[in-house]
Structures are given as C-alpha cells and as structure tokens.
C-alpha cells in the first residue's frame, strides 16, 4: 500500500481511462495510482494540472535565458572582443612574478576583462557604455512581457480546477469573542454579507474559524506515538496475558485521547471564544461575488502604493469599530494552522533573530575564506601549485552555500509563517541573497582586502574559477544525487523487513520521493543570475558560463523532478511572482557593477553609467506589476454559475477538513454528505478537466472513483481513513 502511494505521488501524469473503466486512488492523497512518467523535454504547459508551481518555474527558468542571452548578444560579444584588444596585460608569468598583485599577466581570462582596456581611448569606452544601456532597456522589455507571460501561465493553471479557494477570504483582526462566543459565527456572517461590498448584499455560505490547536496537535501526536508502542507490542505475532493487560491499558488511553480531541473539535466547530484566534475563514456562495471583493483590492493607485501602503486592500473595512484586514484565502491545504495562532511580536522578533544569525554565519564563512586566502607559503614552486589555492576557495564556498542552505530552512521555520507559500518565498529569497553573497560578494571584499585583482590568485582569475567550478560541477553532482540513491537504499531495507513498527500513514509518508525544492531550486538560480550580473561588467565570459551552467542544471533538474520527486506541498503562483520581483534586482547590481568598476578599474564614469544605474533602480521600486496591467491588461479568470454549495462535495480540500480544530467533525459530516448528495458523474467530469483539460467530455461511470475521492479528501492530512474500507492508523506498511 505504501508502494501504490508512491506511485500516486510522484510527479506523473494519471493514465487516461477508457469508458466504463473503474480508477484507482490513493486513500491517503486520492491521487490515481495508475500513471505514466512525464517526457523530459515536454511542454511546460503540460504540467498545469500539477498546480501552478510546476510551470511557472519552468518558464522563469526560460526567461533566464532570455536575460542573458540578450545581453551576451547585445553587449557581451562586443566586450569579450574589444577588451582582448587591449594592451594592459601582457607580462608573460614567471615564478618570480607569480605572486604579484601589480602585474597584469597574459592570461587568457585577464586579456578578455576589463582590466585589459584600462588604457584604452574614451571613445572606445563610449561604445560598450552605450551598448550597456541598449542591453538594459531591451531586458526591461522582455520583464513586461514576461510578467503579462506569467500572469496568463498561472490563471491558466488556476483554471483547470474549482477549488474552496476560489470563494474564500480570511478575515484578519477581528474583535475579540463577546461571553462564550456561541454567537462568532452568525455575528461574522452578517457583517460580512452586509459591509465587505458597500451597498451589495453578499451571501456567505461558510464561516470556519481559527483557533490555536496547539492542544490538539499535541494530543493528536500522543495518540500516534502511543499506537507506535502498540504496534511493537504486536510485532512478533503473539500476546500474552501481560501483554494483553498493557494493550487495554493503551486502549484506553488512546479512548482517552481521542475523547478529549472530539470534545475540543466539538467545541470549536460550534463557535467558543475559548482560544480563539480573532481570524475567521469567510466562504462565499457565488464565485462572481468572491471577483467583485477581490477586484477592489487592487483598486488602489500605483502612485500610492509607491509612497506608502501595500496595495492590498483599496478600502477600509470596520466591524464593532475595529479595523479588519480582509484578503484573498490561500488554499486549505496552504495554511499552517499552527502558526496562527504566533503572535506578530512574536513572528518579529524571531525574524530579526534569524536574521541577525544568517548575516553572523555569513561573517564567519568570510573570516574562514580570508584566512584561506592569505596562506601563499608554497611547498613547491610549480605555477599549477599557485592556481590549487583558488580553486580550493571556490570548493569551500561552493561546500558553505550547501550548508547555508539547510540552516536557513530551520531559521525560516522558526519565523513561523502562516502559509506554506509565504515561508517558501522567504527560504527562497534568504537562500538566494545568502548564495550570492558568499558566492560572489565574499570574494570580492577579500579582493579588497588583500588588493589583488589581477593577480594569479586575484579577483578576476578566482571569479572565473568559480564560474566554471559552477558551472561544470553543479549540474553533475546533482545529476549523480549520492542522497536520493542512499534514500531509496534505505527504502528497500525497510520493505525487506517482516515486523515494521510504522503506522501506515508513516510508511506512506517515508515511501514518498522527496518533494520538489522550489525555494531551493529559485534562490539557485536567481544568485547565478545576480553573480553573472556583478562580473559581467568585468568580464563578459560570465554570461557564456552562466548559461552553460544553467542550461545543463535546467536539465539536470527537469529529469529530478519529473523522474525522482514527488509532488509535494501545493504552493500559489505567488511564489514564481515574487521571484520574479527578486530577479529584478539583477538589474541593479549590473548597473552598481558597472559604475564601480568603471569608476575602479578605468578611472571614469559616464552619463550612460549613471541613467542605467538610474532605470535600474526605478524599475525596482516602481509598481512594475500594476503598470504591466496598465499596459497589457487584466488576465480575467474563468467565472462559474455553479456555487460554493453545488461544487463543495466534489472538492479535495476545505477549510473545515483541513483545520485541526474542526478536522475530524467535518470529514465525518463530508463523508456522510457525499454518500446522500454526491454523484459520481461530477466526480467523472472534474477528473477529466484537472488532468486532461476536457471541459465537455462525455460520462463516464467508475466503479471506485466515489470512493477513492472520499479517501483522499478525508485521509489526506490525517491517518488515510477511506469509507471503503480505507486505510487506517495501524495497519502494516
């Protein structure tokens, strides 16, 4: 069973049914587990019904290229020539002058930089000045488009399915419970109908509450680890009287537990003010309603967004004279539900402590390399020798960014964000600045520092190390992925064994590949982008090896995701645009680059140094999003006549099933209002649209379809329990 749940997890695309033929599911995902693996070199529109996290990330890597490969056409080519017509450096190298930080030799790499032209005419510099600048104003062209591109890519994704997303809001800072708070729940609905659209009267299907289930996931996780303990009774097949005696005493303690949960569940499912969270999850009955809340969202101007506000909410809503913030729902199974219940002071203060020890382990990845650097006592005075020092930096520094990488997923986990996607967009970003920062700026202040940078071992040979280490090593050594080889090692001593104390839903969870690492993944590419963008300016070669580097890694993590990975969380689209607001800083730092090493290396700066450094910054700041609207237009979503009530069953996921408060409650109620109301028709139908697209295929009846939806929208989050029979907590893997 754990077998088949790897399969329904993994990142495929379900087998295509024949009329009248039954589909099996997954009970813990409700997932098909009949698939078929996803051509590598597929369309990245073919991974829509995967969520849109899938594709946007394709096409961002695409656009990458674009980048590049518009300034390497534009710029770098005129560069890379011009530069080795220079004259600066021509000392041939010799064991005498090896060292020097002053001599320029005639090393390839420094005879196309930068440096070579530092006695060049400025006419001549006027020329890759003004093609800079040409390079710029085309890249921020192809930005638009690919905003309007992305924008269009992730309503397409949001298109395929109906989901609980799609009529809710949260409702943020409301006023405290008054007396037992038996009456939260209408209180909310009524101001909600009458006040979120001035002079429009909104009908509200479903009001769900949040509530601090600290309580309950600690109940919960002693029920798990007690059925463990039971489980290792059971091992070895037989029980005896003692035994036997320590099984009831569990039993009851298990009866116990799970008492004290349904009581807590009961409780909130009606409305206390006991742990209440002032956070209210509103649903909506028309779609075209939840379209008409959202689009005054985004009522309010650029302008005023740019000198204040966060664009948000356009109006200000009150309810009892409290000012609530009301915005658009992320998917049930977005949220975590333990978080809500942080304080903000609390979620500040821990972001500025895990800040504070990323910028630290950051310094001492400097101190470290320094003091690497400096070492230039040499046993043998073979020039080869010289070189091993910088190539021995860039291996520690590309050894750090691998460590970085996993101490900032637990700081991220310790500012404790609200949703799945929130954290990834701040793993994704720490990652990346972290990245670059130890990638490229650490050794350019060591650069600084010791006054070399033409020197054998100075900044420019050590940078285009790193660029080519980068660029030849990575994409390998994620091919070869020693980790998932290991992973899958151990998978298989596991099924070998006869008695495994694991609970179902444990080996369910321990048999999945592991899931794609979007923030991973992201804040990879984006510091290449930024690292390609600081050195280009000196030497133009980093475009080529960047692109090398990230056309070979493209590959190498298509076939990772779509061969090794499972699919993991579900993240918005807002993931992909926030990247997208991340990579403009590539802009930026080409413009302060190229400034600073003008200014540095040839001894001036011009007005095209300054207007680009200029647009850059401006193109930053400024609402980009909302002009590209201005420009291309709203993308408008499909809109249904279909309402929360009439989609409601055939979800996979709803904000009452997916919240540990109510989560047991409103599975049994949903379990029993699809046995009454459900048609297995619809289920039919939504299943062909999410994975193939077909939006008027004919019906089709499945003998297990009714079930298998069952047993994935109610086993999802908790133990995998199906109506027919489902899996459950004990069973053996």
């Known amino acids: 069973m754990a077998f088949e749940h790897r ?28 698939n078929i693996p996803i051509r590598v070199c597929c369309d990245r529109r073919e991974l829509d019904f995967l969520g849109p996290a899938f594709p946007l990330f394709f096409q961002f890597y695409n656009f990458t290229f674009k980048i590049l490969f518009a300034f390497f056409v534009i710029y770098g080519l005129f560069a890379y020539y011009a530069n080795s017509l220079g004259g600066f450096c021509t000392a041939e190298p010799t064991l005498e002058n090896a060292m020097s930080k002053d001599i320029c030799h005639a090393d390839p790499t420094l005879q196309h930089s930068v440096v070579n032209r530092t006695n060049s005419s400025r006419d001549e510099q006027l020329w890759h000045e003004f093609l800079e600048l040409a390079a710029f104003l085309v890249v921020i062209i192809q930005f638009h488009f690919f905003r309007y591109d992305q924008r269009k890519e992730a309503q397409e994704c949001d298109n395929r399915e109906w989901t609980a997303s ?23 609905t009524e101001w909600f109908s009458e006040n979120v659209r001035p002079g429009k009267y909104t009908k509200v299907s479903r009001v769900n509450l949040a509530y601090d289930v600290t309580e309950i996931v600690k ?42 949960v349904m009581n807590h569940e009961e409780q909130y499912s009606k409305g206390v003010a006991t742990n209440y969270l002032q956070t209210a999850f509103v649903t909506v009955s028309k779609h075209s309603d939840y379209i008409d809340i959202r689009n005054g969202f985004a009522e309010k101007s650029w302008l005023t967004k740019l000198f204040g506000g966060s664009g948000t909410i356009s109006q200000k ?70 070189r091993v020092i910088g190539w021995l930096a860039t291996i520690i520094v590309l050894v750090i960014n691998v460590i970085l990488g996993n101490t900032l997923r637990s700081l991220c986990s310790f500012e404790k964000y609200t949703s799945w996607t929130a954290y990834s967009i701040s793993l994704a970003t720490k990652q990346a600045v972290a990245m670059f920062l130890n990638y490229g700026c650490v050794i350019l202040l060591m650069s600084i520092i010791t006054s070399n940078y033409w020197g054998m071992d100075g900044l420019i040979i050590s940078v285009n190390q790193l660029f080519v280490w980068n660029a030849l090593l990575t994409p390998l050594v994620s091919y070869i992925d020693f980790a998932y080889y290991w992973f899958a090692f151990q998978r298989y001593r596991a099924r070998k064994q006869t008695n495994s104390t694991m609970t179902q839903k444990e080996a369910n969870i321990y048999y999945e590949d592991w899931p794609v690492d979007f923030p991973g993944e992201y804040a990879y590419l984006i510091a290449t982008m930024f690292m390609a963008a600081l050195y280009a300016p000196v030497i133009p070669s980093a475009l080529i090896w960047t692109a090398i580097g990230n056309f070979a890694n493209y590959w190498v993590e298509k076939n990772r995701i779509l061969r090794r990975s499972s699919i993991g969380q579900t993240l918005g689209a807002s993931l992909a645009k926030e990247m997208t607001e991340l990579l403009e800083w590539f802009l930026i730092i080409y413009g302060v680059s190229t400034f600073s090493f003008n200014y540095f290396f040839l001894g001036n700066v011009s007005v095209f140094d300054i207007i680009q450094l200029v647009i850059a910054v ?116």
């Not at 109940?219 to 059971?234: A, C, G, M, P, Y």
């Not at 037989?238 to 116990?256: P, Y």
């Not at 070492?375 to 005075?381: D, H, R």
């Not at 139908?685 to 697209?693: L, P, S």
């Open 618 to 733: 401006a193109n930053a700041f400024l609402p980009m999003d909302e002009i590209n609207k201005m420009i291309f237009g709203k993308v408008l979503p499909d809109t249904t006549e279909k309402t929360y009530e009439d989609l409601r069953l055939y979800f996979e996921e709803d904000y009452d099933r997916n919240n540990p408060a109510t989560r047991g409650l409103a599975r049994a109620k949903y379990e029993k209002d699809v046995r009454a109301s459900a048609h297995k028709e619809e289920f039919n139908h939504r299943f062909m649209h999410k994975f193939f697209g077909e939006k008027d295929n004919h019906l089709q009846h499945f003998q297990h379809l009714l079930g298998g939806a069952l047993g994935g929208a109610l086993g999802k989050q908790g133990g995998g329990t199906g109506i027919f029979g489902g899996t459950q907590g004990t069973n053996e893997p």
């Open 166 to 188: 799609d009529f809710t809001l949260i409702v943020k800072h409301l006023p405290p419970a008054e007396g037992d708070g038996s009456k939260l729940k209408q209180e909310i």
């Open 7 to 34: 399969l329904a997890m993994r990142v495929a695309k379900p087998v295509k049914p024949e009329p009248g033929q039954p589909i099996e599911v997954d009970e813990m995902s409700g997932r098909p587990i009949h």
């Open 317 to 386: 809503f009150f309810f009892k004279g409290r000012q609530v913030l009301v915005e658009p729902a992320p998917e049930p199974s977005d949220v975590l539900w333990e978080n809500l219940a942080v304080p903000n002071s609390i979620k500040v203060r821990n972001r500025i402590i895990s800040n504070l020890i990323a910028l630290s382990i950051l310094v001492a990845c400097f101190l470290g390399i320094d003091s690497k650097s400096k070492k230039t006592s040499l046993t043998a005075g073979e020039e080869w020798a010289i």
């Open 219 to 260: 109940l919960q996780h002693e029920i798990d680890e007690l059925i463990k303990i039971r489980k290792v009774i059971f091992a070895d097949g037989q029980v005896d009287s003692k035994e036997q005696k320590e099984l009831d005493e569990l039993d009851a303690k298990i009866k116990g537990l799970e008492d004290l």
